[in-house]
């Protein structure tokens, strides 16, 4: 039981850093953008997030650490906005193909953000940003009430924004009208134009706005998961494939987050932990195979959606083409 | 007309060019690196303060500093466009296989097995005759997967080869976990026996790489455009109804094509162990999987412009490389200079294909 709860206590911060990830780039995909950058997105918020927050504690003599959570969190929006705006310019604006776009923006984005992380360090391994702490300050009173408290009360408040964020983003997806049309850009732009959707523009905010949610997966993992650690941020890239997995088992759905990331969270550590609760050991090089798992689940739901062929589980049928008014 | 409904008239319209001239291509395309390499000196600049003249000058010894180097740099630019090359009839089928780092890995992955199993067992032309057909068929097997739900139900390809990678990634880091035994590392195989290691020529174990790569992307040009696999791929990429109209078997050649591209992509991984790291790790194919996929997409699947974009990354990769020892920064440097010299050139794209033209729809454009 003990394993269990310690499995738990693992699955979701894990899964909230993949969480952010995947809404983000769900709001983008929405748009008909499929942005493969998410990797260097989430590298780039986590390393702006950082790198505020630590420079600001060492220039501050009395560092707020109130303001400070709030520098972070404007930081790494806008570091991921930034390069959601880079991806927006040249697909949308130049019509450059979109997987290789991203291909590089997640390039440019793991090399931005370790190049200098390693220059704001200035050379000290390990630093940690003390801001940590206040991300990771539990709900006084609830996260006390024994066990269950812990379990559902024992988080950063990263955590709850991020459930509070999927189920805005289904409302804003199924009950407004700006939602709506965003939605008419990713099936079909040609007609949402006609109807008088200003597509240009829907289709950069959307992923402005979803590269800025995505850099929160990334500032989420270094200052709250990783306790405010930079040096060792290698894992990142592979998280933000991940992201783009869980995108794809939630169905393009937000609702399905709140389940499916933490899911993700499960079978992450499923290495780890499975073990301990069945009280037998397994072989290093099984563990290895085991961390698959997520990737083996995401094929297997792309290619059951592929099989059902229910619409309401279909990619926004515009994804991942270019948009251009006189091409008929 | 319809400027009554707004009096604002845009700054300038974009027009599709018909097909553009082969010098507006490279004054496009020269325009672009140019830019880049500008921007790229802005950084280094920004950064370090230096002189960005004396850093290219720098940059430039990363690949043609001594003949190794220059070996060296020809070592990963053959293993980066036979990638490439790889990939070239998938995406013209418009089969977007991001998923050649796996197929890489599968088949350096299948090499490695091979040279463990069998070597110092069999004479040495078999085991690389074993090697290479297991590691083409590895390959192989690891593209068929997707391209088989792919032809018959549509199932998306540039998610499903993506995640491919990272199973196959956890297969070869198992593999190499079991592999090791006790050791820290996997290190070099067959150290003793040299079992499955290409012989020396001119100095480098790659050099049979870099002949290989030079056959192949003549023999790829050729069938892509001469064969009548190639007319078939490039109408299927065109249209699938098109071609379905005109009697092809579109989920036969979707199949058939993505064999050629993983087992291509196998082949790659079988040229890596034996011709440059004799081992195996996670990180064997390390990236260029994914760099290749814009190499044959800035390319338009022509692969001696392949070979072109392909030799200017590693250029600026080993640059990037030589800027960070000589002026003590951290090598991913070329990933920032790698990613805006890509930008540049995905965005010049626009004006190859595009025209702006200036001023109001009241002018004489319009009226045409």
């Known amino acids: ?328 | 007309m319809k400027n009554s409904h707004s009096g604002r008239e845009p700054i300038a319209r974009i027009v599709k060019r018909g097909e553009p001239s082969f010098r507006l291509k490279v004054v496009v395309r020269a325009c672009a690196v140019l830019l880049a390499l500008l921007l790229d000196a802005g950084f280094i600049y920004f950064v370090t303060g230096l002189n960005p003249v004396d850093v290219y000058v720098t940059m430039f010894n990363g690949t043609f500093g001594t003949l190794m180097r220059f070996q060296w740099a020809l070592r990963d630019f053959a293993s980066l466009l036979l990638i490439g090359v790889a990939l070239a009839p998938a995406f013209k089928m418009r089969f977007w296989n991001t998923g050649a780092e796996g197929q890489v890995l599968m088949g350096g992955l299948a090499s490695a097995f091979v040279m463990i199993r069998f070597g110092g067992i069999v004479p040495s032309g078999l085991l690389f005759t074993m090697m290479l057909l297991m590691s083409v068929a590895a390959g192989a097997l690891w593209g068929v997967i997707p391209a088989f739900f792919k032809a018959h139900f549509s199932t998306n390809e540039t998610l499903f080869t993506l995640m491919m990678n990272y199973v196959a990634i956890q297969i070869v880091a198992s593999c190499v976990t079991v592999w090791r035994g006790q050791a820290s590392g996997l290190g070099k195989l067959n150290t003793k026996t040299k079992a499955g290691w290409f012989p020396q020529i001119w100095g480098q174990r790659s050099t049979i790489n870099v002949i290989l790569v030079v056959v192949f992307v003549f023999a790829m040009f050729l069938y892509l455009r001469y064969s009548k696999h190639g007319y078939e791929i490039s109408v299927v990429g065109e249209s699938q109804n098109t071609a379905r109209y005109a009697g092809i078997h579109v989920g036969k050649v979707i199949i058939r094509t993505m064999i050629l591209s993983g087992a291509l992509c196998g082949l790659t991984g079988f040229l890596i162990v034996a011709g440059r790291d004799q081992t195996i790790s996670v990180n064997t194919a390390g990236g260029d999987g994914f760099t290749a996929i814009i190499v044959a997409w800035l390319a338009k699947f022509n692969t001696f412009y392949m070979a072109l974009i392909s030799f200017l990354l590693i250029f600026l990769n080993k640059g990037a490389g030589e800027i960070a020892s000589a002026y003590n920064l951290n090598s991913y440097a070329a990933d920032i200079i790698e990613g805006i010299i890509l930008f540049c050139i995905l965005g010049s794209e626009f004006f190859i294909r595009y025209r702006l033209v200036f001023g109001g729809t009241k002018g004489k454009e319009a009226l045409r």
């Not at chain 1, 709140?258 to 301990?276: A, D, K, M, R, T």
Request: proline share 3%; glycine share 12%; aromatic share 14%.
């Open chain 1, 1 to 328: 039981m003990e394993t269990l709860f310690a499995w738990i206590l693992r699955a979701v911060p894990f899964g909230t850093i993949i969480l952010y990830g995947a809404a983000g780039e769900i709001c983008t995909e929405k748009a008909g953008n499929l942005n493969l950058g998410i990797p260097g997105i989430m590298y780039l918020g986590g390393f702006a997030g950082f790198a505020s927050a630590y420079l600001y504690e060492k220039g501050a003599e009395n560092p707020n650490m109130a303001l400070c959570v709030l520098l972070a969190l404007l930081c790494a929006f806008a570091a991921g906005a930034v390069g959601g705006l880079i991806y927006s310019f040249l697909t949308v604006t130049l019509r450059a193909n979109q997987n290789v776009t991203g291909l590089a923006l997640t390039t440019f984005g793991k090399g931005v953000s370790n190049f200098f992380g390693v220059y704001v360090l200035n050379g000290q391994t390990a630093t940690q940003s003390m801001v940590y702490k206040t991300f990771q300050t539990r709900m006084p009173f609830l996260s006390g009430l024994g066990t269950v408290g812990q379990l559902l009360f024992g988080y950063g408040f990263m955590v709850y924004a991020a459930v509070l964020l999927a189920v805005g983003m289904h409302l804003f997806f199924t009950r407004t009208r700006t939602g709506l049309n965003l939605r008419a850009v990713g099936e079909n732009p040609a007609t949402a134009d006609a109807s008088g959707i200003n597509v240009t523009r829907y289709k950069y905010l959307a992923t402005c706005i979803g590269a800025g949610i995505s850099g929160f997966g990334g500032l989420y993992y270094v200052l709250d998961y990783n306790q405010g650690i930079w040096a060792t941020t290698g894992q990142i890239e592979a998280l933000g494939w991940l992201a783009l997995a869980l995108v794809i088992f939630t169905t393009w759905k937000p609702l399905n987050l709140l389940w499916g990331s933490f899911l993700f969270g499960f079978l992450y550590w499923l290495y780890q932990f499975l073990p301990n609760v069945l009280g037998i050991t397994v072989a290093s090089y099984v563990t290895d195979l085991v961390q698959m798992v997520p990737y083996v689940v995401t094929i297997v739901v792309l290619v059951l959606t592929s099989l059902r062929k229910k619409r309401e589980d279909q990619p926004p049928a515009s994804l991942g083409l270019s948009y251009f008014r006189e091409d008929r």
